[in-house]
């Protein structure tokens, strides 16, 4: 099964963010052992780089620690690019958040089986099912 994440599902587990760090560890584990095929744009690791370095803020080396960050989660994670084409087409859909807009057109592009997200409110129209992270656990659990 071929998984996109939200970014914030990457983040609560980076970031340890409760209540969601243990539901997304759940998915990353499930990926790390390849019992799903996790993805993430390449939007998204320009993204979690920035979030990363936020987070360093006031550590020595920031830089090398936030692509320490973005090289763990690759090994684990394949990046789907993003393309003019699901740029375009995010404009035109009506959900409030470009950026989850595009997740959604390059979901539908590369034929990802599903979306995880906290945010089901920006995915209510997607052309792929969309879970919230206790609910895709549960479901990799039957």
């Known amino acids: 099964m071929r998984v996109l994440l939200d970014t914030n599902i990457v983040v609560d587990v980076l970031q340890k963010r409760q209540p969601w760090f243990d539901s997304g560890k759940e998915i990353f584990t499930a990926a790390a052992l390849q019992e799903i095929t996790g993805h993430i744009t390449a939007k998204q690791a320009s993204d979690l780089y ?18 320490k960050i973005l090289t763990n989660l690759f090994a684990i994670f394949e990046i789907i690019d993003a393309k003019g084409i699901d740029c375009e087409k995010a404009l035109l859909r009506e959900n409030g958040d470009f950026e989850d807009a595009m997740l959604i057109e390059s979901a539908f592009r590369e034929k990802i089986d599903c979306i995880v997200t906290r945010n089901l409110v920006h995915f209510q129209n997607a052309q792929v099912p969309v879970y919230d992270p206790e609910s895709f656990v549960k479901m990799l659990r039957q």
């Open 50 to 67: 920035f979030f990363a370095c936020k987070q360093l803020r006031g550590e020595p080396d920031i830089d090398k620690k936030a692509r």
